[in-house]
């Protein structure tokens, strides 16, 4: 992607996390990818959100945050390298949390299967 081969796992990742971003976004500029691809390296554990319309480093990496001129109802986190989307719903939201109870009730369940 940029001249250079990947050396770790994580930065395979990273370059993938960064393609599809420059699929997502074209209006992205290659200093604006290496941007964000600098960040994840640097700072690993922040978070880089991109949402209506702009794509928000955190504080603590000196970059700029961007405008890209297109808003859609997806707000995507990158954080440890890795893109997640997750899609705005207008509305109540009823339907949100029953995702983490059938999670929390699935580790319970695993956690009285290990322990006894």
């Not at 922040?46 to 405008?67: A, K, V």
């Not at 859609?72 to 983490?100: E, H, P, Q, V």
């Amino acid at each position: 992607m940029f001249g250079e081969k990947p050396k770790t796992y994580q930065d395979i990742v990273r370059m993938k996390t960064c393609m599809i971003l420059q699929e997502k976004y074209p209006e992205l500029t290659e200093e604006d990818i290496r941007n964000v691809y600098e960040c994840m390296c640097r700072l690993p554990d922040s978070t880089i959100n991109i949402s209506g319309g702009m794509l928000r480093f955190p504080p603590e990496s000196g970059y700029e945050n961007l405008y890209l001129g297109v808003e859609d109802s997806t707000t995507w986190f990158i954080r440890s390298g890795m893109l997640t989307a997750m899609l705005n719903r207008s509305g109540s939201g009823s339907g949100g949390d029953s995702g983490t109870s059938g999670n929390n009730n699935n580790n319970n369940n695993n956690n009285n299967n290990n322990n006894g």
